[in-house]
């Protein structure tokens, strides 16, 4: 019998698909990587689990980036298994060749994302030529048992995905080549005078970058200036009011700054006032009512806007929440949709969602819920239900099924949802509003009323947000007003100048980015018009978060509460670029036109040859740009330190490259000079100040050894006695030189608690936390204790009370900014100390996870320990297969079963110690796990620690390691 694959994105929508299929298609049984029945065989990727990369003819695998290999254009491209998941794409790969499979179904999520993660594993499942076999795609913008069942009922077909196959491949590939070429052209660029300065750009992440960096230089260039608004109390029969001066004849002109109530001297402004102030005004008074529509249904990025603003949760966190009540909780639809708009076939299900709503019990949305059945609300609208606004997915609302369960910011998240979906529904708010003219000639006061009436959608949300969208005092809309009668003269009781200044621009918020992004950088603030520029932006909503996240990653954006804010690095990033002239990475309106062709691609207008050849064109202009230039420097913004030059007093300039002397007034420069970059990483204008005025500076995170390897020191500036001159060097640490030296040492710090190796005091010491027996000291010169731990440990820094909780408690808080020095990724721990090894070692917190069969525990201390963690956690079947193959009678060719953690590495099955060492090997360098400089040692990651029970092992340990973890030996 014929079998139809199911390859879903993710393994819980794998489960959802069998609980949804097996009423109609019989029960499954559950299998280590897939389920089956006598119909269907349903597995799942877990994300991408194979990428694009050059053949290997055509690209650079080892040795320094440079132009001499430059640019990269590939005629196709290979696929590379993603190393942390291979063996979950083996598991879905063995299932797509079975003979007894003769199609398959795409149920990877519904999008472009979706299409490239299951295409490519297709295309990797055929090998050197295609697989064959016939493929339908399973479209889901709901995860109910129901709405799977539909979309089984509705498989769409090869040749209506084949738009959205070549974005979707076209979208990577044209990454791909941006990246790689942009990232080398520019690290070879900032290379040439040595070292290392790596230096990403990215089709979408550097227009993004200049954004922010194209508005902190509008914040750094403004100019405050002052003016003066004048403000009146007129008093009436009825009583008082406020009103602001204008002038009714001022029109807008290009000076953004100007407006009717501005006037730009004291003077005037004094004389207006005086001209006023106890005389009689006429009145003129306008009252009409209006009306005020909800928002519209959220899209990612309004919703990202929305949580960011209300709660100030990253566009990461929000996509990670909406994700989890789509996915897990099943409470909202999916979430990586562009659209605000709900299918025209959706009334029947909106108004089942209300009934879900109205019943749930959720106190504080049933009511609002029952309302809008009670008075028939949900009616047909084209500003909700629309087919042509509609595109890959519908707005993100509450499905109808009520959640449970739910985390205090899944909540928060949901309830944002479910307001707006209700909320639109709803009649709009109903104002008066009243505009009122107050003439003391020739000089007009506006003053402006704004009452609700009725309060429409906003009865949803309370009366906090009723009173924050009336806002306003001073004469501006918000206000009731006391009534003037016809023909009734005011009397002006006061008028006062108040003098202000003109503000900067606001720097971006994640919030206020996302919506630059969404509009290609044009600053549209109207939700209707930002959703007709929606095909032009920077990125799509799937994206955004992960762009700006890799910004944050790279250092290239700091956040600071709210506000994000470039680096240097950014601002040497945009003078490269500019400079180059390579106009194509730093606009971002360019750049959404690309995102405007990939979805014309989509829909079939635009074929995918055209739009890669465009993509090719500009590489190669790109680097040709970058290759070609042949100037000292790059013409740029640059700063003038304020601290002299430490040689001469002379003063210090920026250039591209370096911080240089250019002597006194009148007099030569004496020759100093410092790079911006020491080591990939760019000195902040402040931080230069600092470390010229003071000599030294650190330690600093975020430089990076011509291997690319990150580091952490100090720098100082010394005085070279070859050169008669100073100089810039790393310094890491003093306290070893104290040490080598016995020059005494004197602590000024609290002590941080007792040493847990001597029970001495703990104090701050160079770039360490040292025992005061481990340096020389007045009380005991020579140093008779080994306790040292780093201030800073894999760019992690640890503060005093971690080390003050360490030496009282044993282990620090779980500390999240680690980062791997072999995968670079970055990792959580608690720092605890470990008496065994005699050394601050890693403790990993408990996975909230039931561990996969025959992983191995992450440990920390010796080998021993290490075994034992692995066995408790190895699954009860394999223990007592262990057991068993203990006590059983030895025979001379069945080998050994291996230890649990062992059998993480290579497998279950009894084997021979030479059989042992050999698939020990082919894991060792699979994972490219020889040290680089000494092919002889290994460097364990975290299942070869357990097996080691240390962070390395030398090649001709490995036999006896392997042997302490083979039954009976």
């Excluded at 297709?122 to 048992?145: F, I």
């Excluded at 070292?195 to 960096?213: A, D, I, K, N």
């Excluded at 009894?910 to 040290?931: C, F, G, S, T």
Aim: proline content about 6%.
């Amino acid at each position: 019998m014929t079998k139809t694959l199911v390859i879903a994105e993710k393994p819980s929508v794998a489960q959802d698909i069998v609980r949804a299929l097996t009423p109609v298609a019989g029960k499954f049984e559950k299998h280590e990587d897939h389920f089956e029945n006598d119909r269907y065989v349903v597995t799942s990727a877990v994300g991408h689990l194979v990428e694009i990369q050059a053949p290997e003819q055509f690209d650079v695998k080892r040795g320094k980036w440079s132009f001499a290999h430059l640019p990269v254009i590939p005629p196709y491209f290979d696929l590379k298994p993603v190393d942390k998941t291979k063996s979950r794409l083996n598991a879905v790969v063995k299932q797509a060749k079975r003979k007894d499979v003769t199609q398959l179904i795409n149920a990877c999520d519904a999008g472009r994302e979706g299409e490239l993660i299951f295409r490519l594993i297709e295309q990797y499942a055929g090998g050197a030529k295609p697989l064959g076999k016939p493929v339908k795609r399973l479209w889901l913008q709901s995860m109910t048992p129901q709405a799977i069942r539909d979309g089984f009922d509705a498989l769409r077909t090869e040749q209506q995905m084949a738009g959205l196959a070549s974005a979707a491949r076209s979208r990577s590939e044209a990454d791909w080549l941006v990246g790689i070429n942009g990232t080398r052209a520019m690290t070879a660029f900032n290379s040439r005078d040595g070292g290392f300065f790596l230096t990403t750009v990215g089709r979408v992440q550097t227009p993004t970058l200049s954004l922010v960096v194209e508005r902190e230089e509008k914040i750094r260039k403004f100019i405050s200036r002052d003016y003066w608004e004048i403000h009146a109390t007129f008093g009436a029969e009825a009583g008082e009011y406020p009103a602001k001066w204008f002038d009714p004849k001022w029109k807008k002109g290009e000076d953004v700054e100007m407006r009717a109530d501005r006037v730009w001297s004291a003077a005037e402004a004094q004389s207006i006032a005086n001209a006023v102030r106890g005389k009689q005004a006429t009145v003129t008074e306008e009252s009409k009512p209006t009306t005020q529509a909800s928002p519209l249904l959220f899209d990612l990025t309004s919703l990202q806007r929305e949580a960011n603003g209300k709660f100030g949760f990253s566009a990461k966190t929000t996509l990670a929440l909406a994700q989890s009540l789509y996915e897990r909780h099943k409470a909202l639809t999916y979430p990586r949709t562009d659209s605000r708009a709900l299918p025209e076939d959706y009334l029947p299900v909106a108004k089942q969602t209300f009934e879900m709503l109205a019943d749930s019990g959720m106190r504080h949305l049933a009511p609002h819920a029952l309302t809008a059945l009670n008075n028939n609300y949900i009616r047909p609208s084209k500003r909700i239900f629309d087919n042509s606004k509609v595109s890959d997915h519908f707005a993100i609302i509450p499905t109808t099924q009520a959640p449970s369960g739910l985390s205090e910011a899944e909540q928060k998240l949901y309830d944002l949802v479910v307001r707006r979906f209700m909320a639109v529904f709803f009649p709009s708010a109903e104002y008066t509003v009243t505009t009122r003219i107050s003439t003391v000639a020739p000089h007009s006061f506006k003053t402006e009323g704004k009452v609700l009436v009725k309060p429409g959608w906003l009865a949803i949300y309370g009366k906090e947000a009723a009173d924050e969208v009336e806002g306003g005092k001073d004469g501006d809309k918000g206000q009731n007003l006391v009534p003037v009668k016809p023909g009734e003269s005011v009397n002006t009781l006061a008028a006062d100048p108040k003098g202000l200044k003109t503000k900067p621009p606001a720097r971006y918020s994640e919030a206020t980015l996302l919506g630059a992004m969404e509009s290609a950088g044009k600053q549209i603030d109207d939700d209707e018009l930002r959703e007709a520029m929606q095909e032009k932006g920077l990125g799509t909503p799937a994206t955004r978060a992960a762009i700006i996240e890799g910004l944050l990653t790279e250092k290239y954006m700091l956040r600071e509460g709210r506000e994000i804010i470039p680096t240097a690095k950014a601002f040497q990033l945009m003078t490269l670029l500019r400079g180059l002239e390579v106009e194509e990475l730093c606009r971002a309106d360019l750049t959404g036109e690309w995102e405007y062709k990939l979805s014309q691609m989509e829909k079939g207008q635009l074929s995918r040859e055209a739009f890669m050849a465009e993509i090719a064109a500009m590489t190669e202009r790109m680097v040709k740009k970058a290759k070609e230039y042949d100037r000292d420097t790059i013409p740029g913004d640059y700063a003038t330190l304020e601290s002299p030059c430490p040689n001469c007093g002379g003063v210090v300039k920026e250039n591209y490259r370096r911080f240089a002397c250019v002597g006194k007034a009148g007099a030569e420069p004496c020759g100093f000079s410092f790079g911006k970059s020491p080591a990939g990483r760019t000195f902040e204008t402040a931080e230069a100040n600092a470390l010229l005025r003071d000599k030294k500076i650190g330690p600093l995170e975020g430089f990076r050894s011509k291997a690319g390897w990150p580091f952490t020191s100090e720098i100082v500036i010394k005085y070279d006695d070859e050169a008669h001159n100073y100089k810039l060097e790393f310094d890491f640490g003093d306290d070893k030189k104290g040490e080598e030296s016995g020059e005494i040492v004197e602590f000024e710090d609290a002590a941080l608690g007792p040493c847990p190796i001597c029970g001495s005091e703990v104090h701050e010491h160079g770039s360490n936390y040292v025992c005061s027996k481990a340096v020389p000291t007045a009380a005991q010169p020579t140093p008779s204790c080994t306790f040292k731990s780093g201030k800073i440990i894999l760019q992690q820094p640890v503060e005093r009370e971690q080390m003050h909780k360490l030496l009282e408690t044993g282990k620090t808080d779980l500390l999240d900014k680690f980062v791997s020095m072999r995968t670079r990724r970055n990792f959580k721990a608690h720092l605890a100390w470990d008496k065994e090894a005699g050394k601050v070692n890693f403790e990993f917190a408990p996975s909230k996870f039931p561990p996969r069969p025959g992983a191995a525990s992450k440990t920390i201390a010796t080998k021993a320990k290490a075994t034992s963690a692995a066995a408790k956690k190895a699954p009860a079947k394999k223990a007592a297969a262990k057991t068993t193959a203990v006590k059983a009678p030895r025979k001379a060719a069945a080998g050994k079963a291996p230890s649990a953690a062992l059998a993480a590495v290579i497998g279950n099955e009894p084997v021979a110690r030479p059989e042992a060492v050999k698939k020990m090997w082919e894991y060792i360098k699979a994972h490219n796990l020889q040290d680089p400089k000494d092919k002889r040692t290994i460097v364990a990651d975290d299942k070869l620690r357990a097996v080691f029970g240390k962070d390395s092992a030398g090649m001709f340990e490995l036999a006896g390691i392997l042997g302490n973890h083979l039954g009976g030996e």
